[in-house]
């Protein structure tokens, strides 16, 4: 199985768009646009990630999360026409889950935007998802060798405050999910955006961290194997979790939409290999976008 995993897009649209929706956090968000992300993100990058996915002809793919800039409804509607269009597979073929961006204030909470719209690609195969809110995680896709879990981390925040939580509610029914007899006996690919491994300070772990991303790590140490993938950070990373009976690996990707000098950073998406019978982890790999956004070349993800 080949499962492509791409995050951040920040698809940006202004579409019918009044200016009293930039009253309060978007104005903050709207000075960061105009000062310093507008010459970093591409949404031409996007589209190159999406239709090389498409001709990579994968099995699966996932996206973990701020597919959004500012959780506008012209926003998740032009996000979801890409990935119909570009893709070519169908939503039981495509994973999202949420990031920060995606539920950018209150009321993008309170409306279940992003869930609203992207349901079909939530779909649960177990009856294991709780209410939380913002949609009903933690759901479960069994699909070959993998179960596919979708986590929820995305919470508004305060102005500058970028940070995740999955809430106890959540926690307890991933534990349900992952003692399930189908899950079991599947490799687990948790989809999760903030990173299961937090910044070492604890000021920043407030700002921007997963502040509940210990009692994440306390559930998969019973697991001999599995993959943890996140966004969030804007750069490629593989970090390494013991468990008791093995190591589960967590790995970012990038922003679709990123430009950067750096090839951690660079926009791109990355590539996972599960043997179809016995769900051993294969090969891992980037694909990454060309400085002159085309074409692409394969590199490996840098360990932390």
Not at 64 to 73: F, Q
Not at 139 to 148: E, F, Q, S, T
Not at 185 to 198: A, D, F, I, S
Not at 227 to 237: A, C, E, K
């Amino acid at each position: 199985m080949r499962i492509a995993h791409f995050s951040d897009l920040h698809v940006l649209s202004l579409a019918g768009v009044g200016w009293h929706r930039f009253l309060g956090k978007r104005l903050t968000g709207y000075a960061n646009l105009r000062f310093k992300r507008n010459h970093a993100h591409h949404s031409a990058h996007v589209l190159e990630v999406a239709r090389e996915i498409a001709e990579q002809r994968v099995d699966q793919v996932v996206i973990t999360g701020d597919i959004t800039n500012w959780a506008l409804e012209a926003e998740v509607s032009l996000a979801k026409e890409i990935l119909e269009r570009e893709l070519h597979l169908s939503p039981r073929d495509i994973s999202i889950v949420p990031g920060n961006h995606d539920l950018y204030t209150r009321g993008a909470l309170k409306s279940r935007r992003f869930t609203e719209f992207f349901s079909e690609y939530t779909r649960c195969d177990l009856d294991v998802a709780v209410d939380i809110g913002a949609g009903h995680f933690p759901y479960v896709k069994l699909r070959g060798p993998v179960a596919i879990i979708g986590l929820s981390s995305a919470v508004p925040r305060l102005p500058l405050v970028a940070s995740g939580k999955l809430g106890r509610p959540q926690l307890e029914a991933l534990a349900r999910a992952l003692e399930h007899p189908e899950v079991r006996k599947r490799t687990p690919v948790l989809l999760v955006h903030h990173p299961l491994h937090n910044p070492p300070s604890k000021l920043k772990t407030l700002v921007e961290g997963l502040t509940d991303a210990d009692a994440l790590a306390a559930l998969l140490s019973r697991l001999d194997k599995g993959l943890v993938l996140h966004g969030h950070l804007h750069r490629r990373i593989s970090r390494k979790l013991t468990t008791t009976h093995g190591h589960v690996l967590a790995i970012g990707a990038t922003s679709a939409s990123l430009s950067h000098e750096q090839a951690t950073r660079m926009s791109g998406f990355n590539l996972y290999e599960i043997d179809d019978a016995t769900g051993a982890i294969g090969t891992i790999e980037a694909h990454v976008l060309g400085a002159g956004g085309r074409g692409f070349h394969v590199e490996r993800i840098p360990e932390a």
